[in-house]
């Protein structure tokens, strides 16, 4: 094992240092452009709170390469269980000669996700895969078409995935014809809704639309981030994800959760719907649920995820040994180290500080999110209008100062923070300074 990685913010060299800027250079030369890049500089290694780079800088992580490395890069149970499946076997293909992991974590997920009802899970590689899958459970199900996703939704790069999404730059212009039968409804926006818009109003507001628009009868399935992740955060009112639940399942539409982004312990529940006392036929998640490896899953009610005829999912590597044993070591992680508690300090903790810096500045339009999961919505001094320059003036300078953070939103006038629950207080209280300083710079 090497040395524990010193969980240090520490600038060796100015942001990129010179291996990052000559690999950058490879990467122009190798890479298709198509693939961006946030920060340049190139990872050597990471862990706790800390990434640093090949450069000797460390970096104080507040992204968890976009909320994956929830229980922290190289996690202990997840370097051992990971080395141990190696050795043992790399992949057999569960189609052919199944394995116990995957069970195991397919009845980890069905204990662990909201409802007692009878549950099956199936495993897959990405998030957009995993939903593209939750539609085609529901489609066999409902033996019904359409789909509705919601304003500011992201749900993926894939094409359905790339239909069910509302930003069209960067993610989907030019890219189509998308896949047909994808509506979009009306979300629940507390900050850019009228007042009197609370969440049962919003979810009417929906309900409405699907009914005129769409119909109930041709209605397979709808999908939502219970927190919205790329679109900004965005934390429904209260009422809006029990309301539309509770019309799926008069309509027999299936209601699925695409807690890709907010599940396993990000929150501060295990799931973010269990904020909203939701149980969703479908949950879909990914990120978090490997400590890094590729793997997601769409799990829900058995007699749903049966409507599939054998062989109808599946995919060569869905549920691969290896990711589903750091699955198990990832859940055992989080179970024996209190994470989703540690991720409710976490949200005490940022959303102190952040909104003490709202009373002083009314650029932070909006402070919002739950657990680590949490956000600042950037405005135009004395409006409500997006200032996006801001969100990336903020976010640039953070880097240049050692601190990992990404912006996000329709508008892109959100900063947003998801830092590993295995960061340590004094690295987000020293992250959130620099960002604090950052945008004082700024005015
Ligand atoms: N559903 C809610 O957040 C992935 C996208 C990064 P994949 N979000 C990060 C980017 O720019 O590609 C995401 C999500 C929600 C689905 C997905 C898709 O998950 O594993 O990226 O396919």
């Excluded at 452009?33 to 992580?61: C, H, K, W, Y």
Aim: one cysteine or more; proline letters at 5%.
């Amino acid at each position: 094992m090497s040395a524990p990685l010193e969980q240090r913010r520490h600038l060796a060299t100015a942001i990129p240092g010179p291996r990052s800027v000559e690999l950058m250079g490879r990467k122009r030369a190798a890479v298709a452009q198509g693939v961006g890049t946030t920060m340049p500089v190139f990872a050597l290694e990471a862990g706790g709170g800390i990434v640093r780079d090949v450069d000797g800088n460390s970096f104080i992580d507040l992204g968890s390469g976009i909320a994956v490395t929830t229980i922290g890069n190289s996690a202990p149970r997840v370097v051992e269980a990971v080395r141990r499946q190696v050795e043992e076997f790399t992949h057999t293909c569960f189609m052919v000669t199944p394995y116990e992991g995957y069970v195991a974590v397919a009845e980890s997920l069905n204990e662990l996700t909201p409802g007692d009802h009878d549950k099956r899970t199936a495993l897959f590689n990405s998030g957009a895969e995993a939903v593209e899958n939750a539609v085609k459970i529901a489609r066999a199900h409902t033996k019904k078409q359409a789909v509705v996703a919601f304003d500011h939704a992201y749900h993926g790069r894939t094409n359905l995935t790339m239909a069910m999404t509302a930003k069209s730059m960067p993610y989907k212009s030019g890219f189509g014809p998308f896949s047909p039968e994808v509506y979009r409804a009306p979300l629940s926006y507390p900050y850019r809704d009228a007042k009197s818009v609370d969440g049962q109003v919003a979810a009417q507001r929906a309900i409405t639309y699907i009914e005129k628009q769409v119909g109930a009868d041709n209605l397979a399935a709808v999908v939502i981030e219970p927190i919205q992740g790329e679109g900004g955060f965005i934390v429904p009112a209260e009422g809006f994800l029990s309301g539309l639940a509770t019309w799926c399942t008069a309509n027999n539409v299936v209601f699925i959760a695409d807690e890709v982004q907010s599940g396993f312990a990000r929150t501060g529940e295990m799931f973010a719907c269990e904020h909203d006392h939701v149980v969703p036929d479908l949950i879909v998640t990914a990120k978090g649920i490997a400590g890094g490896l590729p793997l997601s899953a769409v799990t829900g009610r058995a007699e749903m995820m049966d409507a599939a005829h054998v062989s109808g999912l599946g995919g060569t590597y869905g549920g691969n040994p290896i990711a589903c044993a750091a699955a198990l070591a990832t859940i055992e992680t989080i179970q024996a180290d209190g994470l989703v508690e540690r991720a409710r300090q976490i949200e005490r903790l940022m959303l102190d500080r952040l909104s003490r810096l709202q009373a002083d500045d009314d650029r932070l339009g909006d402070v919002r999110g739950r657990g680590a999961m949490i956000a600042v919505e950037l405005v135009k001094s004395g409006t409500d209008e997006p200032d996006p320059q801001l969100a990336s003036a903020i976010a640039v300078a953070a880097h240049q100062a050692g601190v990992i953070v990404l912006t996000c939103g329709t508008y892109g006038n959100v900063l947003r923070f998801l830092p590993p629950l295995s960061i340590s207080d004094d690295l987000l209280i020293d992250g959130l300074d620099v960002v604090a300083e950052a945008m004082g710079a700024t005015q």
